[in-house]
């Protein structure tokens, strides 16, 4: 389990973090931009599980000390 800071500043609980990218619609030039995400599947203080997606340049900055692995 590690634990890290969201984008909110609470800190979260995670049994595994990842790197994923999601195609964003471009407004402008109308084509698929790829963004990167860290999906986390977070354990709330009850045991509860779910799963969140922070974009990677924040959760970066929040959190310098994680390594993540792009696959």
Do not use: C, Q, S
Request: glycine share 4%; aromatic share 8%.
């Amino acid at each position: 389990m590690k634990k890290f800071i969201d984008i909110n500043g609470k800190e979260r609980t995670a049994e595994k973090l990842k790197i994923i990218t999601h195609k964003v619609k471009d407004a402008v030039n109308d084509e698929d931009i790829p963004v990167k995400f860290v999906e986390a599947h977070i354990v709330g203080r009850t045991g509860r599980k779910w799963v969140e997606w922070y974009p990677l340049k924040k959760f970066k900055k929040l959190n310098p000390n994680i390594k993540l692995r792009e696959k």
